[in-house]
């Protein structure tokens, strides 16, 4: 049995209270300097605060078969209208390949059977949301790590960058969703990319045909629909500059629960 991190529920509603108030008055927000650097430290002090409770490798807490939630609620885009992921989908994702670069020595064009053939993780944990909702499900997949041990990183990444298919604007041309983790929590035991979702195959409403797991983080940390990855040593000029899609509307960059 893992490690349990302790008060983990109470963790995550105080973070989902402490998200909600800079969403509250984003603009405000966005256009007070002062008050976005106020944020910007209480957001370090947190992560540095846990990363010293916790150690490195520090699990959160695993379940068993029978606290799996019969019903697991799909968190963000459920059917995602890109036509280059509609159509691998469509195919069942035989031609879907994830792209692995960035400062990687030795670059990576993976397929799901690639994937499957490497060694995998199988975890029972529990999801939980920025909304304030929770789900324990069983997750099957390849350690994050062991990609990253085979993509050779190169000196300088410190950030993995996470790109996915959907959007959450239906509007033409909108952003598509990325996020992006440091090398302590790329490099977690825990953190994997999920291929299987309680011994099936993830449907398309979960993240088919892959999505991240980030065990220690709330849910919108945790990509789906993931069609590259790119080692980076800042990502200052990756969209809005500050390592998410929601990050760069107004949530917390580390969502550490």
């Known amino acids: ?101 960035g400062l990687a020595a030795n670059p990576l064009s993976l397929s799901l059977r690639d994937l499957r053939a490497m060694p995998s993780r199988t975890q029972i944990t529990r999801h939980d949301c920025v909304e304030g909702w929770s789900c324990i499900g069983k997750w099957t997949g390849v350690p994050l790590s062991h990609i990253l041990e085979r993509a050779a990183l190169k000196p300088g990444a410190e950030y993995i960058v996470l790109y996915c298919a959907d959007s959450l604007d239906e509007a033409p041309g909108a952003d598509k969703y990325y996020e992006s983790i440091d090398l302590t929590d790329a490099f977690h035991p825990q953190t994997i990319l999920a291929y299987d979702m309680n011994g099936a195959p993830l449907t398309v409403p979960h993240g088919a045909p892959l999505r991240l797991r980030l065990e220690r983080q709330l849910g919108y940390k945790m990509a789906k629909y993931i069609m590259r990855i790119e080692a980076v040593q800042s990502f200052e000029r990756i969209a809005g500059g500050r390592g998410g899609y929601w990050e760069d509307r107004g949530y917390e960059w580390y969502a550490g629960i």
């Open 1 to 101: 049995m893992a490690r349990k991190i302790g008060r983990r529920r109470m963790l995550a509603g105080f973070a989902a209270s402490a998200a909600a108030m800079p969403l509250g008055g984003c603009d405000l927000f966005s256009d007070n300097p002062t008050t976005r650097k106020v944020l910007e430290s209480a957001e370090a002090l947190t992560q540095h605060m846990q990363r010293l409770l916790l150690s490195r490798h520090s699990l959160a807490q695993e379940f068993t078969e029978a606290d799996i939630s019969p019903y697991f609620k799909a968190n963000g885009s459920t059917n995602p209208d890109d036509p280059d992921y509609v159509r691998l989908a469509q195919s069942g994702f035989s031609d879907w390949r994830l792209e692995v670069g």
